[in-house]
Nanobody, 119 residues
Framework: QVQLVESGGGLVQAGGSLRLSCAAS????????VGWFRQVPGKEREFVAA????????NYADSVKGRFTISRDNAKNTVYLQMNNLKPEDTAVYYC????????????WGQGTQVTVSS
């Protein structure tokens, strides 16, 4: 079983950047797709980005395309979310999640990290 710990959140002005990290413990990310999601109080959690295990291909929500980049460092067993040109509407708790390659849902979640973008 994989445990996930996010870090890197904080307060930033609009137009600024942050890099979130998702570190795995208990086992490696080998054989897992990894995604980032975010949630605002009172709203449903929404997909942000994901990276595939097989070939590191990535996909993004339309709202973050061109501004966010997901990547992985297998040596450090960490997945990153580089967030540039942040907007106030990016304010949320960001969660990383892992999904076994053949699973249909993300079964492992971190505790979340708060990102606040001021205008």
């Amino acid at each position: 079983q994989v445990q996930l710990v996010e870090s890197g959140g904080g307060l930033v002005q609009a137009g600024g950047s942050l890099r979130l990290s998702c570190a795995a413990s208990g086992r490696t990310f080998s054989g897992y797709h990894v995604g980032w999601f975010r949630q605002v109080p009172g709203k449903e959690r929404e997909f942000v980005a994901a990276i595939q295990w097989s070939d590191d291909s990535a996909n993004y929500a339309d709202s973050v395309k061109g501004r966010f980049t997901i990547s992985r460092d297998n040596a450090k067993n960490t997945v990153y979310l580089q967030m540039n040109n942040l907007k106030p509407e990016d304010t949320a708790v960001y969660y990383c999640a892992a999904r076994r390659v053949l699973a249909s849902e993300y079964g492992y979640w971190g505790q979340g990290t708060q990102v606040t973008v001021s205008s």
